[in-house]
């Protein structure tokens, strides 16, 4: 008889692993990591980016996917590029352990 292994065991794996951020996360943090380097305020760097302070901190807080005019903006407000911030979050990625997938299949022992 043929022993099962699948959802349970990949659900014990599964919880114990930081799951890898959300693109949305990873750029809200570079975001503050950038505005704090810089010794600007939050309610100052959203004034600069013609944005509320509350929106600015739910996209820092990775709540919001902001557009990439937004993007724009933020970064404009910020004193850097689109290429300087999207290396800063692609660096952050990269730096968070990765867990594979796991599908919701069985797989089957024998």
């Known amino acids: 008889m043929a022993e099962i292994i699948g959802i ?16 949305r996360e990873a750029l809200g943090q ?8 810089k010794g600007l305020t ?26 990439s005019e937004m993007i724009a903006a933020i ?3 910020l004193d850097t590029s689109l290429t300087q911030l999207t290396r800063a979050v692609t660096d952050g990625l990269h730096t968070v352990q990765q867990i594979p997938r796991v599908t919701n299949s069985v797989l089957l022992a024998a």
Do not use: F, N
């Open 75 to 77: 970064a404009g407000a």
């Open 42 to 67: 939050l309610a100052r760097t959203a004034a600069r980016a013609g944005i509320s302070p509350q929106y600015l901190s739910e996209i820092e807080r990775g709540r919001k996917e902001p557009s």
């Open 8 to 23: 349970h065991a990949a659900r014990d794996r599964r919880s114990t692993a930081r799951p890898e951020p959300l693109w």
């Open 30 to 37: 570079a975001l503050r990591d950038r505005r704090d380097e």
